[in-house]
Nanobody, 121 residues
């Protein structure tokens, strides 16, 4: 029903920057929340940064001051600007969205396929 496509990952040296993009498409009535998670090998998937339903932002403590989430509502797109990257930021970064439909109080969670971010020492 809904597809999330991430882009912008790649290789970067410590201290460098990357900008990730996630575009949502398909049967979208309403996006209630949208943001980024990441998963390193052997680790749980963790929240990086999100926009909540109310429009507030939520950042992991480990990325505060370095990462910035932004969005273009008209394009159903969310971005993640990552600065001062550290090797511990290396992970697959996944876009996440909570998408509502015409049924009241109903929403569905979708995930993108992920984009690899590798930060070298």
């Amino acid at each position: 029903q809904v597809q999330l496509v991430e882009s912008g990952g790649g290789l970067v040296q410590a201290g460098g920057s990357l900008r990730l993009s996630c575009a949502a498409s398909g049967n979208i009535f309403r996006i209630n929340a949208m943001g980024w998670y990441r998963q390193a090998p052997g680790n749980q998937r963790e929240l990086v940064a999100t926009f909540t339903t109310g429009g507030s932002t939520n950042y992991a403590d480990s990325v505060k001051g370095r990462f910035t989430i932004s969005r273009d509502n008209a394009k159903n797109t969310v971005y993640l600007q990552m600065n001062s990257l550290k090797p511990e930021d290396t992970a697959v970064y996944y876009c996440n969205a909570l998408v509502g439909d015409t049924t009241p109080f109903k929403q569905w969670e979708y995930w993108g396929q992920g984009t690899q971010v590798t930060v070298s020492s």
